[in-house]
Protein backbone atom coordinates (compact mmCIF):
# COMPACT_ATOMS: atom_id res chain seq x y z
CA UNK A 1 0.00 0.00 0.00
CA UNK A 2 1.47 3.12 -1.11
CA UNK A 3 0.76 6.25 1.16
CA UNK A 4 0.73 9.18 -1.19
CA UNK A 5 3.54 12.26 -0.20
CA UNK A 6 2.08 15.58 1.32
CA UNK A 7 4.14 18.37 1.11
CA UNK A 8 2.76 19.26 5.30
CA UNK A 9 4.97 22.52 4.78
CA UNK A 10 3.21 23.82 1.73
CA UNK A 11 -0.35 23.18 3.10
CA UNK A 12 0.85 24.92 6.39
CA UNK A 13 1.95 27.67 4.98
CA UNK A 14 -1.10 28.00 2.86
CA UNK A 15 -3.00 27.60 5.97
CA UNK A 16 -1.00 29.89 8.34
CA UNK A 17 1.29 31.98 6.43
CA UNK A 18 5.32 31.92 6.89
CA UNK A 19 7.37 29.83 9.08
CA UNK A 20 7.61 32.14 12.01
CA UNK A 21 3.62 32.16 13.41
CA UNK A 22 3.22 30.67 16.40
CA UNK A 23 0.00 29.34 15.99
CA UNK A 24 2.11 27.62 12.70
CA UNK A 25 5.01 26.01 14.66
CA UNK A 26 2.51 24.66 17.15
CA UNK A 27 0.74 22.87 14.41
CA UNK A 28 4.36 21.63 12.72
CA UNK A 29 4.89 20.28 16.22
CA UNK A 30 1.67 18.22 15.93
CA UNK A 31 2.10 17.26 12.26
CA UNK A 32 5.64 16.01 12.17
CA UNK A 33 5.44 13.44 14.20
CA UNK A 34 3.07 12.14 11.52
CA UNK A 35 4.94 12.34 8.18
CA UNK A 36 8.51 12.33 9.46
CA UNK A 37 7.33 8.28 11.02
CA UNK A 38 6.63 7.44 7.57
CA UNK A 39 10.04 8.10 6.89
CA UNK A 40 11.73 7.48 9.78
CA UNK A 41 13.31 10.71 10.94
CA UNK A 42 12.20 12.87 14.06
CA UNK A 43 11.44 16.09 14.39
CA UNK A 44 15.18 17.23 14.77
CA UNK A 45 16.16 15.74 11.96
CA UNK A 46 13.34 17.09 9.76
CA UNK A 47 14.15 20.66 10.82
CA UNK A 48 17.51 20.02 9.72
CA UNK A 49 16.57 18.75 6.50
CA UNK A 50 14.11 22.01 5.80
CA UNK A 51 17.25 24.05 6.91
CA UNK A 52 19.36 22.38 4.21
CA UNK A 53 16.84 23.28 1.65
CA UNK A 54 17.94 26.59 1.48
CA UNK A 55 21.60 25.79 0.61
CA UNK A 56 22.39 25.60 -2.71
CA UNK A 57 25.66 25.54 -3.14
CA UNK A 58 28.37 22.80 -2.10
CA UNK A 59 30.60 25.48 -0.48
CA UNK A 60 27.15 26.59 1.85
CA UNK A 61 26.94 22.63 2.67
CA UNK A 62 30.78 22.89 3.62
CA UNK A 63 30.75 25.90 5.82
CA UNK A 64 27.71 24.15 7.08
CA UNK A 65 29.58 21.04 8.16
CA UNK A 66 32.53 22.75 9.96
CA UNK A 67 29.53 25.20 11.77
CA UNK A 68 28.59 21.54 13.03
CA UNK A 69 31.80 19.99 13.69
CA UNK A 70 32.77 23.12 15.57
CA UNK A 71 30.20 22.81 17.42
CA UNK A 72 30.48 19.28 18.37
CA UNK A 73 34.22 20.64 18.95
CA UNK A 74 32.89 22.82 21.70
CA UNK A 75 30.69 20.48 23.15
CA UNK A 76 33.86 17.81 23.97
CA UNK A 77 36.16 20.88 25.29
CA UNK A 78 33.55 21.81 27.33
CA UNK A 79 32.92 18.04 28.73
CA UNK A 80 36.95 17.84 29.10
CA UNK A 81 36.76 21.18 31.15
CA UNK A 82 34.44 19.58 33.38
CA UNK A 83 36.07 16.45 34.45
CA UNK A 84 39.08 18.41 35.14
CA UNK A 85 37.04 20.97 37.24
CA UNK A 86 36.38 17.82 38.99
CA UNK A 87 39.57 16.15 38.97
CA UNK A 88 38.28 13.32 37.27
CA UNK A 89 40.99 14.10 34.79
CA UNK A 90 44.59 15.26 34.29
CA UNK A 91 47.86 15.34 32.56
CA UNK A 92 48.35 11.40 33.37
CA UNK A 93 45.70 10.34 32.06
CA UNK A 94 46.30 12.72 28.66
CA UNK A 95 49.67 10.87 28.81
CA UNK A 96 48.44 7.37 29.44
CA UNK A 97 45.97 7.94 26.50
CA UNK A 98 48.73 8.90 23.94
CA UNK A 99 50.64 5.96 24.84
CA UNK A 100 47.74 3.53 24.43
CA UNK A 101 47.92 1.40 21.63
CA UNK A 102 44.06 1.77 20.72
CA UNK A 103 44.38 -0.27 17.39
CA UNK A 104 42.24 -3.92 16.70
CA UNK A 105 45.04 -6.42 16.09
CA UNK A 106 44.09 -7.89 12.83
CA UNK A 107 44.39 -11.92 11.98
CA UNK A 108 45.75 -12.33 8.38
CA UNK A 109 44.88 -15.76 7.54
CA UNK A 110 48.10 -17.62 6.00
Known sequence: MNNPT????????AQFG??????????EGKTHPNYSGQIGLNVAQMDFLRLLGHFTTVEQVAELRQVVCDY??????????????EGKWNNEKNEAILNDHLRTPYKYAK
Open 6 to 13: VNYDAVLE
Open 18 to 27: EDSSSKRLRT
Open 72 to 85: YARKVDDAINKLWD
